[in-house]
């Protein structure tokens, strides 16, 4: 029965399925695993193992198709396990066939939650692997409290030691489960503990499972496509002894391990009071019953999220009155995962829970909503939920049978004909199903590939192309790495600049050479070289010495693309630094590329009057105006409208975003508005430049993007809101 449960979930997350990468860590965690490579820390190298098997696995025509098939097929088991743990308990005071109808229901509600239906059809990171291995150690538990004491039951708690291990390689949270294997220990047998050659095989089976980390200082040290923390000390492009098994390597490794680039401060240094990081817990948990983007029906999503809390309560007592011996670790586990986490994480407020508060400064609030991260709370208190369903089906049952039929009822012999009179209450278990569907669906969904290819193909060949972050930079990475889109071209992530490690990955760098066959037709004269070199001529001793602020105490001159840049005195971050020295060195054979989302206040003071808007990106030259073709177009600055029309005509994005319609995630609108940004500079560029029909033409071709996403509903009725980038992800603080 779990098995059959597991299918038909798969089968409704292969319905809804992401044919292809979604925003923020999809793309790189999808080319991470194609290219066996490492994603951002904690390098997640359990992960990378198993989604490298799945990218060669025929299992969908595409890699981003197999990869997201994975992680649907881990969530749907995850639904089988809460069916089999649900099934468990609400035995106790069911039939088993009703106790089937309760299990169903949770599974259905896990499944259909809207987090959970939501990153089980596109491959964003690990949470639906780790979801598994969460809920199979659960059950495992369960198994354990109830089997005899013997070689057998050693054997598996050995395994779930191992598998907790194991767990922690693919993401931190395969820990959660800890304390309720320990609950569970003692409160069924807490003499184990004091088997010290059971207590050993458990640490080792645990040291076992952390194996995959081995992996990551030989991998970093080959020339990989995405190296992120580079945790090694090799620097030749192969591995030996000398430098693997060193200090150095240690430091390194410890840095990747420990997220030390993302300077995330200590949990007794609150970021947020607890009451409003209660209330993003909330605040999610209201989306999981009924996501409702627009906010036409906040009393209904709140109602049913009361709903689903008091059953959820009422099915905690259900299961601490019938099965108290399981109740130990379920409750465990569901602490963990609620108060635990919500302490542990320490966030500001949500991207969602900020705006409604109408805070709109980045420096209090996540750069996105962290519904993800609370993924594993909701699916598990599923289970609850149902066995609430279960309680309120059997108390409905029994009160109509009457008070003549006292004795009946309380034997628990109620016909049948009433428990199906009371069971239309089981259908709340389908309200998120057909509550969610439109929103957590990612059927047809392909703007982020689009998105990517666009901005690759705004850079003219050979070119450096600057990025701000997550949604700015990864997709790029999954075109070039996967889909084998332009790779000619260098990107460079400016926040990643104020690490050492990134600017060594750039010093050890050749870009491949620009492939005229695949390129853009309208690039077919432009004569490009190949260049031979990285994009930056500096030695790693000279790059690491550049510390992360430099004082200037008078102006100074520098050299770039073909013109000079007067800096006035100041106190320049490494990342500018390093920014105008890749400038000197590549610019001069090299065109230089921004995209319009990337940049600061400091950047754009220095470089805005040289920037000249081709597509979804600036380019650097020195005098904008000189270009023909070139045009001032309003608050953008110049458009080379010529080259802006030729990339339009073959953008993908525009037509994307109308026809996948209403946007979700507004802390990412920022990446689809760069289409709007472009197309409004162009149409004010052909306004002055007389030439009112082709802009006519693009005004309405805003008008349908923006009504087709309901962009105004995300403006907030601020003119200003999406004008700085947004959605871009961490900006790291720490070197190394």
């Known amino acids: 029965m779990a098995g059959a449960v597991s299918v038909v979930i798969l089968l409704l997350y292969l319905a809804t399925l992401a044919p292809t990468i979604g925003l923020w860590d999809a793309g790189e965690y999808i080319a991470a695993a194609f290219g066996f490579g490492i994603p951002h820390p904690p390098g997640n190298p359990g992960f990378v193992l198993l989604g490298r098997v799945a990218s060669i696995l025929p299992i969908a025509p595409t890699v981003a198709g197999r990869l997201n098939v994975l992680v649907a097929v881990f969530s749907a088991l995850s639904a089988g396990l809460w069916f089999l743990a649900a099934e468990h308990v609400a035995r106790t005071f069911l039939t088993p066939k009703r106790a089937l109808c309760a299990a169903a229901a949770a599974a259905l509600v896990g499944a259909t939650a809207f987090t959970v239906w939501n990153q089980s059809v596109v491959n964003e990171k690990v949470y639906t692997l780790s979801l598994f291995l969460l809920a199979l150690d659960l059950w495992a538990t369960l198994r354990w409290q109830s089997a005899p004491d013997g070689p057998r039951a050693d054997r598996r708690l050995t395994l779930l030691c191992y598998r907790l291990g194991l767990g922690y390689t693919i993401h931190i949270a395969g820990l959660l489960a800890g304390p309720a294997l320990l609950a569970a220990v003692l409160a069924t047998r807490p003499a184990t503990l004091k088997r010290k050659s059971l207590m050993l095989a458990c640490a080792g089976a645990f040291v076992l499972g952390l194996s995959p980390y081995v992996a990551l200082p030989i991998r970093s040290a080959f020339r990989l496509g995405i190296n992120e923390g580079h945790p090694t000390a090799c620097e030749d492009g192969a591995p030996h002894w000398g430098c693997t098994v060193s200090r150095e390597t240690l430091n390194r490794f410890l840095y990747e391990n420990n997220r030390t680039q993302y300077a995330k401060p200590s949990i007794l240094d609150r970021q947020q009071t607890l009451p409003n990081q209660v209330k993003m817990w909330w605040l999610y948990f209201k989306w999981q019953w009924f996501r409702d983007p627009t906010g036409t029906s906040p009393e209904m999503q709140s109602a049913l999220a009361m709903l689903m809390l008091m059953l959820a309560g009422l099915g905690g007592y259900a299961h601490w009155r019938h099965e108290r011996r399981s109740f130990i670790p379920f409750a465990t586990l569901i602490t963990t995962l609620t108060a635990g986490l919500i302490f542990y994480l320490n966030f500001k407020l949500g991207f969602s829970q900020a705006l409604a508060m109408g805070i709109t400064n980045p420096a209090a609030q996540e750069a996105r909503d962290r519904d993800y991260f609370y993924l594993w709370s909701y699916s598990a208190l599923s289970v609850w939920i149902a066995l609430g369903l279960g309680i309120t089906w059997r108390t409905i049952a029994e009160s109509l049978v009457g008070e ?89 992530l400016l926040p990643y600049l104020s690490t050492d490690w990134y600017v060594r990955e750039l010093i050890a760098r050749t870009p491949d050479a620009y492939d005229v066959a695949r390129g853009p037709a309208l690039y077919r004269d432009v004569i490009a070289r190949a260049p031979g070199h990285p994009v930056i001529a500096m030695s790693r001793t000279a790059a690491d010495s550049i510390p992360q602020m430099t004082e200037t105490f008078e102006a100074r001159r520098v050299q770039l693309a073909g013109f000079f840049l007067d800096i006035p005195p100041a106190s320049i971050p490494r990342d500018v630094i390093i920014m105008l020295r890749i400038i000197h060195d590549a610019g001069a054979e090299r065109p230089i590329h921004f995209s319009l989302g990337a940049g600061s206040s400091a950047i754009d003071q220095l470089l805005k009057p040289h920037f000249l808007t081709q597509g979804l990106t600036r380019k650097l030259v020195p005098d904008p105006k000189a270009v023909p073709g070139a045009v001032a177009g309003g608050k953008e600055g110049y458009v080379d409208v010529p080259r802006a029309q030729a990339l339009w005509k073959i953008f993908r994005g525009p037509s994307t975003l109308v026809r996948q319609g209403l946007w979700m995630d507004v802390a990412s609108a920022n990446t689809p508005y760069a289409y709007l940004r472009l197309a409004n500079a162009m149409a004010e560029a052909m306004d002055s430049s007389g030439t009112p029909k082709p802009a006519i033409a693009l005004r309405t071709q805003i008008t349908d993007i923006a009504t087709s996403m309901d962009f105004l509903r995300m403006m907030g009725g601020q003119e200003n809101a999406l004008d700085k980038p947004a959605g871009l992800g961490y900006a790291p603080v720490a070197g190394r």
């Open 404 to 492: 003549n039929a006292a004795t009946r009822r309380d034997e628990g012999r109620v016909p049948a004909k009433l428990w199906q009179t009371a069971s239309p209450v089981l259908a709340i278990a389908v309200l998120p199903l057909l509550l969610n569907w439109s929103a957590a669906s990612r059927r047809g969904e392909t703007f982020a590939e689009d998105f990517a290819v666009d901005m690759l193909n705004s850079v003219e060949p050979n070119g450096v192309l600057f990025t701000g972050g997550d949604n700015d930079s990864f997709p790029l990475w999954f075109a070039q790495q996967v889909l084998g889109v332009r790779r000619d071209v260098t990107i460079v």
